[in-house]
């Protein structure tokens, strides 16, 4: 798993001495469990000697049924404010300390962002990420204020009392607004996504360059589309709003 786990999406192929370094393993260790894998399918030995994920890990991940079944349901919104903001869409979900992109649509001329599909995201400086994190409960709220906060940008806010302030706000509302806090010049407009119980699963966001349309015009049609989604997986107003814990 050290091994399938060293993967990433900056990194989608590596080298038998990337793997053996990555994951602390003796050389001929790492060559005798990466050989197993590709026997098995879970990986693929390019011609230059190099490995990249399988067709066959790829098709099992496809079985985890709540991104799977996120990413179909959210399709069709995810279109339809792509079509007509013409910007990045995305959604994610939190795991971890992080959240992690299941979808993204993006326009070519659209800026440029710093992860893709399958990439992570810090949760006090992204959108989406403080969506998640001012639902994710009190306890990782402490955790993750607690660190040391990466400043990305001259506008990322790590001050722990003002992102305190921040989330409860964005519990309070269900959305956040980020300016350039993450990428400079790219701000972002996200909603929480959530489930027939009223537990938050996920995220939904816009993310547009500095100026080129208002935060607040785009707002309403993120968050129309994130209840539209919410429905969309059983939840109906008058369902209490929940931690994604479930508290």
Known sequence: ??????????????????????????????????????????????PDGRFSVGLRLWQLGTLAPLTESLRTMAKPFMEDLYTALDQHVQLAVLEGQEAVILERLSAPHAVGLVSQVGGRLPLHCSGVGKVLLSHAGRQMIDDVLSRKLRRHTDNTVTDAQLLRRQLEESRRTGFALVRGELT?????????????????VAALSVVVR????????????????????????????????????GS
């Not at 349309?213 to 429905?231: A, D, F, N, Y």
């Open 1 to 46: 798993m050290e091994l399938l786990f060293s993967f990433a999406p900056d990194s989608p192929d590596l080298s038998l001495a990337d793997l053996a370094r990555r994951t602390g393993l003796p050389h001929s260790t790492a060559r005798r469990l990466v050989l197993e894998l590709v026997d098995a399918g879970a990986l693929d030995q390019r």
């Open 210 to 245: 500095a100026g080129s349309v208002q935060p607040h015009g785009v707002l309403p049609s993120v968050i129309t589309s994130g209840l539209g989604l919410s429905r969309r997986l059983g939840w109906r107003p008058g369902v209490p709003i929940r931690d994604s814990s």
């Open 184 to 200: 400079d010049g790219a701000d972002s407009i996200a909603t929480r996504i959530m489930n027939h119980e009223g537990r938050v």
